[in-house]
């Protein structure tokens, strides 16, 4: 979901990881002797944060996915095969993302279900991609990761561009007048404020009073917070992450800003509101992907998995869930675990029932409608505001 | 203006007290202590730490709370700076530059990482958040946490300036940074300096870090890492090596900052101050202060 790091080190980390996979040509083809071949457990990896500053949601990522493996299992797996399930950490680091990959295919992957940071996820791209491995992305949604026209990846989470138009969407509806866009420097953050500003100004009627962005990593926030009281807008759309989200709220309000508050998808976190302080995240709005918290009848998988795992399910659990049982069913319509023939199941789905409803994919392999919807902060929780239907 | 001044100023203050560890060690034992920053982590851990096990504090009491907090947790920080100094840095004294300069970045990651093994790698909200009235003065909007912060930061800097011109062990500092050959020499016990240098740099580090904490609410394992970045800056602006160097430098720093962002836009904050620095060293490679070598520390 989060592109952390600038383009140039992106495409950087690509020509690495290209680099690095025909370099290393004879680890992959000798990775398809260990690879899971006809007999025994089928392999199902996942390249994700379990390390680094989102490792939280990499820990909901695996949790989700591991109730979802032990649940088929039980069942008597796929093609009478039990799934094994192996998670390797990329820490949100490009270069430790391209390992990980690396690694994840020489250990003889069949279907990868990993990726949340954009950046840690692009070089693994065509890596999974050479040796024919379908990807199911569960949150990563950086329109880079589309644009590269793989025909093996498959994004299950709503895409910066669909994020950006349930924003203006939102405030067209709510009746504001003029936004202040602030990104937090990072690809994942800067896209969807750019693709924001363009939809704004194409749609007319609401002014972008500044668009700005700040540096990651730090605690002063006043510089920004300054030019945003002084612009005045009727509302901030901040696109980065929550750390810093928290603090911007923390500090707006402290420097009595009146106007409303609104964040993206990559600050929706309980942290947020704690981090903001206080009630100074009250009346926050998001545009947010389904949550646990927000899927109507999830109840009682909610129950299941706080029992399993002793913790409530995060953002990205059930996206996460959900790409190891696509990915099962895939194997299953395939009928085999050639690559080939699990991407045709893939985009031949119709109608497998997700927590974001019955999925079917476009031909550029990602959601129809991006399921974004408007959330609020009310009584320190986030809580639906607006489905946007 | 009174606004970007006063928010420069404020920033600034934070800047300064981390540049000056950077600055007193560098100019007694020339390393550049990339470990620093996360001392200031350290210490809002450290701060972080005794506050929770304490328990729900009374509103009327969290100054008290936090003044005793930080006070305890200076000594702790300044004990780990002088520990770290005597397990990495010490056996290396006199090899080549470069060696003890890697150990720092070693120092550095060991710190972060462990406190992200032992504390987790999710941020933590501080259990106790300054906030309080707000004042309009000048034209600028300043509230009383800012003022009792930026105090506390004034007063332990001018205690820590006057420590070192009047004080023995102050002297030892200087004669040290001058000649540590000739200092050994003359009777002075180099390492025992050297201990209580690490000491007063980690303490205040960790001051700011329970400072930060307080008033940011927010801490995580990597919070050192940018503000060390930007306390060394701060550092060689000033004259890395001397004391007021490193003060007027943060300060700089800060006001840079504030300008840079409202001048050019957030975006380009950061390219506008080292834009400025790369300038400003090219012309003045010594720094602010930095020409008066012949007494550093």
Redesign the interface.
């Known amino acids: 979901m989060k592109l952390r790091i600038p383009k140039v080190l992106a495409v950087g980390a690509v020509a690495a990881a290209l680099m690095a996979t025909t370099g290393c040509g004879g680890i992959l083809s000798g990775g398809d002797e260990n690879a899971s071949g006809d007999s025994g457990p089928i392999k199902i990896a996942a390249v994700i944060p379990l390390?680094?500053?989102s490792?939280?949601t990499g820990t909901y990522m695996k949790n989700g996915m591991q109730m979802a493996i032990d649940e088929i299992n039980a069942k008597g797996g796929v093609l009478g095969r039990q799934l094994q399930f192996d998670p390797e950490d990329e820490a949100c680091d490009p270069t430790q993302a391209a390992a990980a990959a690396n690694k994840a295919v020489s250990n003889g992957a069949v279907v990868s279900v990993g990726g949340y940071c954009s950046g840690a996820t692009l070089p693994t791209l065509p890596i999974f991609a050479k040796a024919n491995i379908p990807m199911i992305i569960p949150a990563a949604n950086s329109q880079e990761l589309v644009n590269q026209k793989l025909p093996n990846v498959f994004l299950i989470n709503g895409t910066g561009a669909q994020q950006s138009a349930a924003a203006v969407k939102f405030m067209a509806k709510d009746g504001v007048k003029s936004v202040a866009l602030?990104d937090d420097?990072t690809s994942y953050s800067k896209d969807i404020a750019a693709q924001t500003k363009k939809d704004l100004e194409a749609a007319g009627g609401i002014k972008v009073a500044l668009a700005?962005?700040?540096?990651a990593?730090?605690?002063?926030y006043?510089?920004?917070v300054?030019?945003i009281t002084g612009a005045n807008p009727d509302m901030v759309y901040w696109t980065g992450y929550y750390?810093e989200g928290?603090?911007i709220i923390?500090q707006l309000k402290?420097?009595?800003f009146k106007g409303k508050i609104m964040v993206a998808d990559g600050s929706v976190d309980a942290?947020l509101i704690?981090?903001a302080?206080?009630t100074s995240a009250e009346g926050v709005f998001a545009t947010m992907t389904q949550t646990p918290d927000t899927i109507k009848g999830a109840e009682t998988w909610i129950a299941d998995y706080t029992k399993k795992f002793g913790s409530a399910p995060g953002p990205y659990s059930t996206q996460s869930y959900d790409a190891v049982r696509l990915a099962a069913e895939a194997i299953t319509k395939a009928d085999s675990t050639d690559g080939d023939k699990i991407i045709a199941a893939l985009a031949a789905i119709d109608g497998f029932e997700l927590f974001s409803g019955p999925l079917k994919f476009t031909p550029e392999h990602t959601l129809s409608s991006g399921g974004f919807q408007i959330l609020v902060v009310k009584d320190g929780k986030f809580t639906l505001h607006d489905d946007l239907s | 203006m009174t606004q970007l001044l006063w928010n420069g100023l404020f920033v600034g203050s934070f800047y300064a007290l981390i540049a000056l560890g950077y600055s007193m060690v560098y100019g007694i034992i020339k390393l550049l202590n990339f470990a620093h920053g996360d001392l200031y982590m350290l210490g809002a851990f450290i701060g972080y730490a005794m506050l929770s096990s304490v328990g729900v504090i009374p509103a009327s009491m969290s100054i008290t709370a936090l003044l005793i907090v930080l006070l305890l947790t200076m000594i702790i920080s300044g004990g780990i700076g002088v520990g770290i100094e005597r397990l990495a840095y010490r056996p290396l004294r006199g090899s080549p530059r470069l060696a003890v300069l890697i150990t720092a970045v070693g120092a550095s990651f060991t710190l972060e990482y462990g406190v992200s093994a032992i504390a987790g790698p999710n941020p933590r909200v501080f259990p106790v958040r300054l906030q309080g009235e707000t004042f309009d003065i000048l034209g600028a909007r300043v509230s009383a946490p800012q003022i009792v912060l930026m105090v506390i930061a004034v007063l332990l800097m001018l205690s820590l300036n006057s420590y070192i011109q009047r004080t023995s062990m102050g002297r030892a500092m200087r004669a040290i940074a001058l000649d540590p050959k000739g200092s050994l020499l003359m009777g002075i016990n180099v390492n025992k300096v050297i201990t209580w240098t690490f000491f007063i740099g980690s303490a205040l580090a960790g001051a700011a870090g329970v400072m930060a904490g307080a008033y940011y609410g927010k801490i995580d394992f990597l919070m050192g890492f940018i503000i060390g970045l930007k306390a060394f800056t701060a550092a060689v602006i000033g004259g890395i090596g001397n004391i007021k160097g490193a003060m007027l430098g943060g300060l700089l720093l800060g006001l840079l900052e504030a300008f840079g962002s409202q001048w050019l836009g957030g975006e380009w904050r950061d390219v506008f101050t080292f834009a400025v620095l790369i300038a400003f060293l090219t012309l003045k490679p010594t720094g602010l202060l930095g020409e008066r070598v012949t007494e550093r520390v």
């Open positions: 390390s680094g500053s490792a939280p602030v420097n700005t962005s700040v540096t990593g730090e605690s002063d006043s510089s920004v300054h030019d750390q928290g603090l923390n402290a420097a009595g942290s704690e981090i302080g206080g």
